[in-house]
């Protein structure tokens, strides 16, 4: 799978590693603008860097649920076009302001992914939904933000099985989290995040025609 405009494999310190243009966040390390994108930070980077069913070309327009402080969202912006990043817990959000304030493009949100209603006067139809909220109900909120996705956008996810429960065999849980999803959407691919992050998978979607 190609990577999206934008992105690019770069060398740090003698390691290849996935990069993108942009102003640097905190110390990471930035050759030439180009600043090191790290899987082992970043769920959209594993999902990127194991060859995942992206599907994206850059320039896209973006929803991202679970923006947290910005780590890897500041890197979305960096390729894609108005990217709105929604995160609920106040202490990331100072951060994630931070981030934005070099990034013309970014628009953090301080609102709940399960009220999408709240922010449904902000954001416009994206053609790429993000998710990486890491809390109970991962497919619910996916489906209740199914509204913002165009008919031929994509939805990246990664699903952290410990966040469903805690003493569940992962893949269990995956069959369960994606069997709800596929009440809105359909799995182009599916494949786990190791060795970046344990016990998470990373799904590619698209909504159903009929969802
Ligand atoms: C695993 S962290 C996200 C990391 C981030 N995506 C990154 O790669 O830089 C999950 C984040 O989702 C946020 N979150 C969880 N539930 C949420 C909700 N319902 N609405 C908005 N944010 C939520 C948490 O506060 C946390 O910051």
Redesign the pocket.
């Known amino acids: 799978m190609t990577l999206p405009n934008g992105v690019e494999r770069r060398e740090f310190d003698g390691r290849e590693s996935l990069a993108t243009d942009g102003p640097t966040v905190s110390d990471e390390p930035s050759i030439g603008g180009w600043r090191r994108w790290n899987p082992n930070?970043?769920?959209?980077g594993a999902m990127l860097d194991h060859g995942m069913e992206h599907g994206l070309s850059g320039g896209e327009t973006v929803l991202y649920?679970?923006?947290?402080?910005?780590?890897?969202?500041s890197h979305v912006a960096d390729f894609a076009g108005p990217t709105y990043a929604?995160?609920?817990?106040a202490r990331?959000m100072r951060d994630l302001v931070g981030v934005a304030e070099d990034r013309q493009r970014l628009f953090p949100l301080l609102?709940?992914?399960?009220k999408p209603e709240s922010y449904a006067h902000v954001v416009e139809p994206v053609d790429l939904l993000i998710q990486?909220?890491?809390?109970r109900g991962q497919a619910e909120?996916a489906l209740a933000n199914r509204q913002f996705l165009e008919d031929n956008g994509r939805l990246l996810m990664a699903i952290?099985a410990r966040s469903e429960d805690v003493t569940a065999d992962p893949e269990t849980v995956f069959d369960e989290v994606v069997a709800t999803l596929e009440e809105g959407y359909e799995i182009l691919d599916r494949q786990r995040l190791e060795p970046y992050h344990d016990d998470h998978l990373g799904v590619v979607a698209v909504p159903n025609t009929d969802g």
């Open positions: 930070r970043s769920k959209v649920l679970g923006a947290a402080s910005g780590t890897t969202v929604v995160e609920f817990a990331p609102k709940d992914a399960r990486d909220v890491a809390t909120v952290k």
